[in-house]
């Protein structure tokens, strides 16, 4: 039976050198994407990106605990899991699995992958039926109406909802939507109110707010350093000054480590040009991606290093994380405690 993952030299001395002691033994991954092939279509929506479906067809519970052995030796990695957002068939039997994975599993926590036009009744009958701890909510659950860089967070996290998962005090994973990104005036204002009406929420803006290049901060740090209670999860994103900027505005204990797997099993580095993020991967291994803007393709002596994606987040986090000098106990935090803390556990 051929591997899940094929670890080679370059990821074993990736790990060896840097991670195996910057890492602390236990850590919680706070952004993980379960799903069954049956869950999901071929369908695409212009909304969203695409290269994310190069990586897996599928995730099943039992694989995302093969990636952590393969790619953790010797740490115990707890996930929160949900379903993924994209090419979903049934929304139901999606977050069904999750909700059956994490019964069998209690080192597992799930959220609710949910649609805004859900009525907070159901909603809330839902997502406490489910023990989840919280919901996921996502872009391309807004009104199809909607242009993609129109779209507005409330678009698909809508007030009653809000009120639902501040009344149990839950968490909320957003992905934040349009073209500028963390950046956009829009987004920072809807981040602050939802901080101020709804307190206590535990809101976790994924990916730093896809602010994968320096182009998409703006002054977003410095409005956001008003806030009190956003946390930030740093899941698929590789970029050292981003996570500098973000641990200089919020500190460590509003930071949490995600993954985006299986999507960060893919091997690969990324660069920015001109504001625009860009996945250098092997030749021919996802396929063909020559119409694609954040992908691009090497071979040879450049290919053979590529290590994984996820490997590129945690070591620039590492890199981060010396240059702004914190300490072992900050380190745990953020991968682990601050965690533990929203989980309630």
């Known amino acids: 039976m051929k591997n899940l993952i094929d670890i080679k030299e370059v990821d074993i001395n990736f790990y060896e050198s840097f991670f195996k002691d910057f890492l602390p033994n236990q850590i919680i991954d706070v952004h993980t994407h379960v799903f069954l092939r049956e869950h999901r279509e071929r369908t695409k929506d212009s909304r969203l990106v695409q290269w994310t479906s190069c990586v897996a067809q599928d995730n099943p519970y039992e694989d995302l605990h093969e990636t952590y052995r393969l790619m953790f030796p010797g740490k115990r990695v707890m996930p929160v899991i949900f379903a993924s957002p994209s090419n979903l068939k049934d929304i139901h039997l999606a977050n069904e ?31 406490i039926e489910g023990k989840y701890k919280g919901a996921k909510v996502y872009l391309n659950f807004a009104p199809s109406s909607i242009a993609k860089n129109n779209i507005c967070i409330f678009d698909f996290l809508p007030h009653h909802q809000l009120c639902i998962l501040n009344k149990h005090q839950m968490i909320v994973m957003l992905h934040i939507p349009r073209d500028n990104r963390l950046k956009d005036p829009v987004n920072l204002q809807q981040i602050i109110e939802i ?6 929420i535990k809101l976790i803006i994924a990916h730093v707010g896809r602010a994968y290049c320096k182009e998409d901060v703006g002054n977003a740090f410095e409005v956001l350093e008003e806030t009190k209670n956003v946390l930030f999860d740093f899941s698929a994103n590789t970029n050292q000054w981003v996570f500098e900027q973000l641990i200089k505005a919020v500190g460590p204990k509003r930071i949490l480590f995600g993954s985006d797997l299986p999507i960060t099993r893919m091997r690969m580095k990324r660069i920015c040009e001109n504001g625009n993020y860009i996945n250098v991967v092997p030749k021919g291994l996802y396929g063909d991606v020559s119409g694609d803007i954040h992908m691009r393709e090497v071979e040879g002596a450049e290919s053979e290093l590529l290590t994984f994606f996820l490997y590129e987040e945690i070591d620039a986090f590492r890199k981060a994380a010396k240059s702004t000098k914190l300490k072992d106990a900050d380190i745990e935090d953020i991968f682990f405690y601050n965690a533990k803390r929203i989980l309630d556990f």
Do not use: M
């Open 195 to 200: 901080e101020k009406k709804y307190p206590d």
């Open 97 to 127: 699995y999750v909700r059956n994975c994490c019964e069998k599993d209690l080192d597992c926590f799930g959220l609710f992958l949910s649609k805004p036009e859900w009525e907070a009744d159901f909603f809330e009958k839902k997502i």
